[in-house]
């Protein structure tokens, strides 16, 4: 049984602070990773891909990859109330995905 | 279209009649993927299509719940003798080969 953990929130952090969003899973045969965000009532859109071992970043946010851990993580930096939203980890494209992490910055 | 489209948006249906969700993938994604999403929970992983391989049905709850894809076409799910616990938004997916996603906006299903 494959499995992504995420822990569920709410994760609250004050505006301009680095929010850190953790996810592991359980098929250590993984090979692609994704963030998506989720804001209340609308589907998800795809923040971030990640395939090798390291850290990608795309504006202010940073992926962060470690297979030997089977660890992935999202960074985002100066943090904004917009960035309020549930944050989904998928792993396999889309055939596993985590429950998801709330979330809120506070103005 | 540019996007997945999915209709109806929302359906309101009595307890034990048929429904039928529709998917209209972005134009040359192989794959698409059919979810449910309760409300306050995280995306349940139903069903996935690529190319004209035999389908992922590994999610499917039960057997009132099918679905069918021609090529790599619109993709129906229907729900057979609905009942209560299948209220939920329906999420259809498509994407090149298993990598990022594209997400529709869904179909809201309430049930009676």
């Known amino acids: 049984q494959k499995e992504v953990e995420q822990n569920s929130g709410p994760l609250s952090v004050p505006e301009g602070a680095i929010a850190s969003l953790n996810c592991t899973y359980s098929?250590?045969?993984?090979?692609?990773f994704f963030w998506y965000r989720q804001y209340s009532g609308k589907s998800p859109e795809l923040i971030m891909s990640i395939y090798s071992n390291g850290d990608k970043e795309d504006g202010r946010f940073t992926a962060q990859l470690n297979k030997a851990s089977q660890y992935v993580s999202l960074l985002i930096r100066d943090s904004q109330p917009s960035d309020s939203a549930t944050y989904l980890c998928?792993?396999?494209?889309?055939?596993?995905f985590g429950k998801g992490t709330r979330l809120s910055v506070i103005a | 279209g540019a996007g997945v489209s999915q209709s109806p948006s929302n359906k309101v249906t009595e307890k034990g009649k048929d429904v039928e969700l529709r998917c209209d993938p972005i134009s040359g994604h192989t794959a698409l993927y059919w979810y449910r999403q309760r409300l306050g929970q995280g995306l349940e992983f139903l069903i996935y299509f690529q190319g004209n391989s035999a389908p992922d049905k590994s999610g499917l709850p039960s057997d009132r719940f099918s679905a069918e894809r021609t090529g790599e076409s619109v993709s129906t799910l229907t729900i057979q003798r609905t009942q209560q616990e299948d209220s939920a938004v329906y999420l259809c997916a498509s994407s090149i080969s298993t990598g990022e996603l594209f997400f529709g906006e869904g179909s809201r299903l309430t049930v009676l």
């Open positions: 998928a792993v396999t494209g889309g055939l596993v």
């Open positions: 098929d250590r045969g993984s090979q692609s």
